[in-house]
């Protein structure tokens, strides 16, 4: 008993550092930071040392499968340690270039208008619908910008004569091109040809920016070394693995902790890189390197480090500054990111890549390697498969010295790496979470790791299809039944080993080890499971709101509040029974809006006190444009800044064992 107590002590010391230390300091400060990463640095080295001297070289060099099997675990774990290694450095650093953007825009702006640069917004599209596009357009149009030093870019790839007509109606330019080569690095280096801007902003068809986006992008290139000025993306939609767990007003979409937290680390780093949309760019910096380059199917990524090959730098503004549609299903959320995984790893055979490129120092090439893409699948699938395998054969992933020293080497890491992640990440991971939505992950982005290793070129650009919504319950059969495969392999091989007669692996302290992993593989596998059912929603999703309001109907006229609002209708709260029936017309005033015409489509009593009416619009011209520019361009926003865990634990539950809700307008 004694001696077990005495094992958890390096876990106990890991776990006292966090509360006493890191949990009570500053966390978005360079030296909290630096000193803790720094602690759980030294906590995995202490682990891999002990993993390979104590477990990996011990073993008995007999050419069995048990063998091989400790030596290519171990491979995938020191794979997974330099991965932990580069995050890690890159973390250890923060910045924050508020300050820096209040300082620059009061300089810049308190000039003459006439001395502010000329900008060209380029919005490329391929195949996206009016309703999608027209958000962009509109968005842009409607910067905070002199006019005369702005113009608007539609670059359309699919030459529809119905958007050029929109265009031409709305005051945007419209640009074609008589093929697609290099689809969108060719569609943005011809609309370099037709524009002259001195900086280029680019918005993807589906991303609205803010109308402060220059205002607080463009004073950055007073520094000359400055390329590109990249902003987070930011989203009014819930991403399908939001849904798919009925997490969708408790749990922030994927790439929050991308956007908020390790972007902005890499920037202090001058690590930084274009994400494509939501950035604005040097146009002399572009054409010194030939424009947008086109040999990765990820065009954004190259234009950094072919920036960097002459010297120029990526800033990171984490300011919200535009809004777009996140993957509204799990064929866009797989091409998507099939898209990013196979561009990253095909810059380790360009010329201009990390690996080749001139100009960049030794720490740039490892912070730009696609080790991530690499690693991160391939130890994943192998977290989920190594208590199976064992299960089923006998063959444990180490030279087994004995449980207590799991207890003293690696529950330190696992303690470290969590508490880590919860003080770096406080509304954006937790581990049963995080871990399904990787493993859902895993069985279909493994394959595609897998073959852009073997041929990384040859595969054509996809674009993300957008503004299809999700009006259809869909199924995502293959990664289910791949997850399902390994939940009955894993639980039948717990079985197996119950029944002595039956067991494969005798009697071992490992065995004990190796249940508690199969459990919890089981666990995460089953809430991966979830997220391959697609729950019906609607395409456009309605912003929270609480604005004052007047309700004129049937010569009556109730003061009210919206609580919520969208291009297709609100619902307002009145606090005596509304004027209105079912199908009767209504008109809504709000402060600064025109009069909306609408039409009452429900009427019910509220749970505490007052009345809710649901009411649909039919908005046109330009009333539809101002209510365009009113909810996507900086006033509202669908974020969720804290996590509420008994939510989250009810909503999985709801999803895994009660009703499928439906979706609601």
Not at 571 to 587: C, R, T, Y
Request: charged fraction near 20%.
């Amino acid at each position: 008993m004694v001696q077990h107590l005495v094992s958890l002590a390096p876990t106990l010391i890991v776990v006292a550092f966090f509360f006493l230390f890191s949990l009570n300091w500053p966390r978005k400060v360079t030296w909290s930071r630096a000193i803790t990463c720094v602690f759980v640095l030294a906590v995995a080295i202490r682990y891999m040392v002990w993993r390979f001297f104590a477990t990996v070289l011990p073993y008995p060099a007999d050419g069995s499968f048990g063998f091989f099997w400790t030596w290519f675990v171990f491979l995938v774990e020191l794979g997974a340690f330099a991965d932990i290694l580069l995050f890690l450095v890159a973390m250890s650093r923060y910045v924050d270039r508020s300050a820096e953007a209040d300082r620059l825009e009061a300089a810049v702006f308190a000039r003459d208008a006439s001395d502010l640069p000329t900008v060209d917004v380029f919005i490329p599209t391929y195949n996206e619908p009016i309703d999608v596009l027209e958000r962009t357009i509109v968005g842009a149009l409607a910067l905070d910008y002199p006019k005369d030093k702005l113009k608007v870019y539609v670059l359309d790839d699919k030459r529809r004569p119905w958007l050029k007509e929109y265009c031409d109606r709305k005051g945007a330019i419209h640009v074609t091109r008589p093929d697609n080569s290099h689809a969108k690095a060719g569609n943005m280096n011809n609309g370099l040809a037709a524009s002259s801007g001195e900086f280029i902003a680019i918005f993807d068809a589906d991303f609205v920016p803010y109308r402060s986006f220059l205002r607080r992008t463009v004073p950055f290139f007073q520094d000359p070394t400055i390329g590109i000025v990249q902003t987070p993306q930011h989203f009014f939609n819930k991403d399908p693995v939001q849904s798919n767990l009925s997490l969708e007003k408790v749990w922030p979409d994927e790439q929050r902790l991308f956007f908020d937290e390790m972007a902005a680390s890499r920037d202090a780093w001058d690590v930084s890189f274009c994400c494509g949309s939501c950035s604005i760019a040097r146009r002399s910096a572009v054409e010194e390197i030939g424009g947008f380059p086109h040999d990765s199917i990820t065009e954004d990524l190259l234009t950094t480090l072919a920036l960097l090959n002459r010297g120029y730098k990526t800033r990171y503004l984490n300011e919200r500054l535009s809004m777009g549609l996140a993957a509204e299903n799990l064929k866009g959320y797989f091409v998507q990111r099939g898209r990013w995984c196979r561009g990253g790893i095909q810059t380790i055979y360009l010329h201009n890549g990390p690996l080749r490129g001139p100009g960049l120092n030794l720490f740039q090439r490892f912070m730009f390697l696609p080790l991530s893409w690499l690693v991160q699948y391939t130890v994943r699938f192998v977290i989920l498969v190594v208590p199976a395998v064992y299960l089923w054969t006998g063959a444990a992933p180490l030279y087994f010295t004995g449980t207590q020293d799991i207890v003293w080497y690696q529950l330190p890491v696992l303690a470290a790496y969590f508490l880590l992640m919860a003080w770096l990440t406080p509304t954006r991971y937790l581990p049963l979470i995080s871990s399904a939505v990787g493993a859902f992950a895993t069985f279909r982005m493994l394959p595609v790791v897998i073959s852009s290793l073997i041929k990384p070129f040859g595969v054509p650009f996809r674009v993300t299809p957008k503004g299809s919504g999700n009006e259809e319950s869909e199924f995502d059969a293959y990664t289910f039944f791949s997850i399902a495969f390994w939940i009955a392999v894993t639980a039948l091989g717990l079985v197996v080993n119950v029944v002595p007669e039956w067991s494969r692996i005798g009697d071992g302290e490992f065995s004990v080890v190796s249940a508690y992993w199969a459990v919890l593989n089981i666990a995460v596998l089953m809430v991966a499971s979830l997220i391959c059912f697609e729950k019906p929603r609607p395409l456009l999703d309605s912003f929270a709101t609480d604005e004052a309001a007047r309700i004129a109907s049937r010569g009556t006229t109730l003061a009210g509040r919206i609580t919520s609002l969208s291009l297709e209708g609100g619902i307002v709260e009145l606090d005596v029974p509304p004027p209105a029936a079912i199908g009767d017309s209504v008109l809504v005033e709000m402060e600064g809006f025109p009069r909306l015409h609408g039409t009452v489509e429900k009427v019910s009593p509220l749970t505490a006190r007052g009345y809710a009416m649901k009411v649909s619009f039919t908005l046109e011209d330009e009333c539809r444009d101002l209510m365009i520019v009113k909810l996507y361009t900086g006033t509202y926003s669908q974020d969720i800044h804290d996590l509420d865990k008994s939510a989250i634990a009810s909503g999985l539950w709801s999803r895994m064992f009660g009703r499928t809700a439906r979706a609601t307008a």
